[in-house]
């Protein structure tokens, strides 16, 4: 309760702050206001199509159907299936967090949305290419050889540490 | 972006044809879903209006210039961890800075934080997954970062 009285209060002072930078003209203000009205506008046309995606998951995809192949019996293939689903994902980490944590409703073990989160970060399909005609294929060969072994021994880790703590991922 | 509008209207429209209820269902489970996450959007989004002003472009451009190299890949992972930047706008930058004599390497640790480490999206993380779990993914994701970062050092020759 007490947290939630901070949070308005953060989001109010910052309404007025930039309501009165444009009123008074002060530039920082403004600038943050355009930052954030530029940001909001892509999280808008972001958000509603990566969501009724997750929507069309929930109610299409059998729960037996991602525990046999992602859950805690599946074989070390679930990997390969978490970094394949990964991979044609737009716009990184934040349509990420809603999709795995969709998967790990229906079934899907802990190891294996993290190495989905993981590569959701570093192997995104459409961001390899642009990043490999930018920057050079050898650069981002390198980094998709050292990064993807280590996204996995890292989620698998990560996996069993919470499991033997018995860490319950709350609701979101 | 196109493509993922064309997906979610050819999944859409696929899933209308053959069951209604069930894709009325769908619809309206996205829509709670994603109103119940907004307010960690609206923190994300005003978080992000205050860093991109502080930390502009410039900023990071002339930050990653440093001689030091290990002081220069730090403050990469750094400026990569903080800011939010899409591919698009990263990678351009990412190649002048290279005419300009950047390292890979430094290159490599800052692209990678930006790609792997949220301390921005924290509050949709943490909605989900809980802060442990955040607090241990984004840790861990800073030193796959620097990993992928000195390997690339190794394979361009900019160390020893």
Redesign the interface.
């Known amino acids: 309760m007490k947290n939630k009285i901070i ?1 308005t209060a953060a ?1 109010l002072i ?1 309404i007025a702050f930039v309501s009165l930078s444009f009123i008074f003209g002060y530039n ?1 203000g403004k ?3 355009h ?2 009205a530029s ?2 506008l892509e ?1 808008i ?12 998951f ?3 995809v059998k729960r037996e159907f991602i525990e046999k192949h992602l859950g805690k019996n599946s074989s070390v293939l679930s990997y390969v299936w978490a970094i394949l689903l990964a991979g044609p994902i ?5 349509p990420a ?2 999709i ?2 969709s998967l790990f409703q229906k079934g899907a073990k802990m190891s294996v949305i ?1 190495t989905f ?2 590569a959701a ?2 192997c995104r399909i ?2 390899t290419l ?2 490999a ?3 050079g294929i ?2 981002t060969l ?2 998709l050889l ?2 993807i072994p ?2 996995i021994i ?1 989620s698998i880790w ?1 996996g069993k540490y ?1 499991e033997k703590k018995d ?1 319950i ?2 609701k ?1 | 972006m196109y493509l993922l509008y064309i997906a979610t209207a050819l999944a859409l429209s696929i899933s209308f044809f053959i069951n209604k209820e069930k894709t009325i269902k769908a619809v309206k489970m996205a829509y709670k879903k994603l109103t119940k996450i907004s307010p960690a959007f609206l923190g994300l989004i005003i978080a992000v209006s205050i860093v991109l002003y502080l930390v502009p472009e410039q900023v990071i451009s002339s930050s990653l210039g440093n001689d030091n190299k290990f002081l220069s890949i730090l403050l990469a992972s750094f400026m990569g961890s903080i800011t939010l930047m899409p591919g698009p706008i990263a990678y351009p930058l990412g190649a002048i800075l290279l005419k300009e004599g950047v390292s890979y390497m430094v290159l490599s640790a800052f692209t990678t934080t930006l790609m792997m480490v949220g301390v921005l999206t924290f509050p949709i993380e943490k909605a989900y997954f809980g802060t442990k779990v955040t607090i241990l993914r984004n840790i861990i994701s800073f030193f796959i970062a620097i990993g992928v970062a000195v390997m690339t050092g190794f394979v361009f020759g900019e160390i020893i």
């Not at chain 1, 199509?49 to 069309?56: M, N, Q």
């Not at chain 1, 737009?90 to 934040?94: E, S």
């Open positions: 949070k989001v910052y920082p600038l943050i206001g930052n954030f940001f909001s999280m046309k972001l958000l509603p199509p990566v969501f009724i995606l997750i929507g069309l929930e109610v299409w737009a716009g990184g980490l934040i967090f809603p795995a944590y993290f989160i993981g970060a570093v459409p961001m642009f990043e005609s930018f920057l050898k650069f390198v980094r050292v990064s280590l996204v890292s990560l919470l860490y991922i709350m979101g």
